[in-house]
T-cell receptor, first 115, second 116 residues
Framework: AQSVTQLGSHVSVSEGALVLLRCNYS??????LFWYVQYPNQGLQLLLK??????LVKGINGFEAEFKKSETSFHLTKPSAHMSDAAEYFC?????????????FGAGTRLAVHP | GAVVSQHPSWVICKSGTSVKIECRSL??????MFWYRQFPKQSLMLMAT?????????EQGVEKDKFLINHASLTLSTLTVTSAHPEDSSFYIC????????????FGQGTRLTVV
């Protein structure tokens, strides 16, 4: 069975600091991995997706994530946080063709950015 | 990206009544829609997958007679929580996909259901 663990339900960083949101997955087959962001009162928006084409995936808004099979991790990073990055972030995994069926989500990490 | 709209954004209902939540794809035809449920401080859990014109496929443990899903058109799916109870209070989110399995699924903004 697949699962996702997001370490840290809340992360707080200063504006301009590095953002690191952790995600570890469990999957018996090569996984598809996703990061989504949710702003208040809005739907989930896809930040980036790993499909085995490249281990370092670049997404929108300056975010990127690196797939590390040996560590079963897919951590999300951004070099310099902006106030507008404050939101809830979800890591998700799927073993279905294409990846978008049967997404298994982590519990989410709320990112706070302070001046 | 494409727009998926859910209505209502929040609803309060009395125990024993039924509540209908709508999920609409505003600028594309959604061949497949997904319904998720999120408990406070927990993951989104997939409840069911529906393809237009077909019966929904429910995940294990989800009561299909309690959570009725209809996907009668390419732009609308509905989730009806029947005979709601306080334990059904949750955040319900839909997503919709307009193509094959490689096509991104876009999420609605969610519906907060509170059963009193």
């Amino acid at each position: 069975a697949q699962s996702v663990t997001q370490l840290g339900s809340h992360v707080s960083v200063s504006e301009g600091a590095l953002v690191l949101l952790r995600c570890n997955y469990s999957s018996s087959v090569p996984p598809y991995l996703f990061w989504y962001v949710q702003y208040p009162n809005q739907g989930l928006q896809l930040l980036l997706k790993y499909t085995s084409a490249a281990t370092l995936v670049k997404g929108i808004n300056g975010f990127e994530a690196e797939f590390k099979k040996s560590e079963t991790s897919f951590h999300l990073t951004k070099p310099s946080a902006h106030m507008s990055d404050a939101a809830e972030y979800f890591c998700a995994v799927s073993d279905q063709p294409g990846g978008y069926n049967k997404l298994i989500f982590g519990a989410g990490t709320r990112l706070a950015v302070h001046p | 990206g494409a727009v998926v709209s859910q209505h209502p954004s929040w609803v309060i209902c009395k125990s024993g009544t039924s509540v209908k939540i709508e999920c609409r794809s505003l600028d594309f035809q959604a061949t497949t829609m997904f319904w998720y449920r999120q408990f406070p401080k927990q993951s989104l859990m997939l409840m069911a997958t529906s393809n237009e014109g077909s019966k929904a496929t429910y995940e294990q443990g989800v009561e299909k007679d309690k959570f009725l899903i209809n996907h009668a058109s390419l732009t609308l799916s509905t989730l009806t929580v029947t005979s709601a109870h306080p334990e059904d209070s949750s955040f319900y989110i839909c997503s919709a996909r307009g193509g094959g399995t490689n096509t991104e699924a876009f999420f609605g903004q969610g519906t907060r259901l509170t059963v009193v």
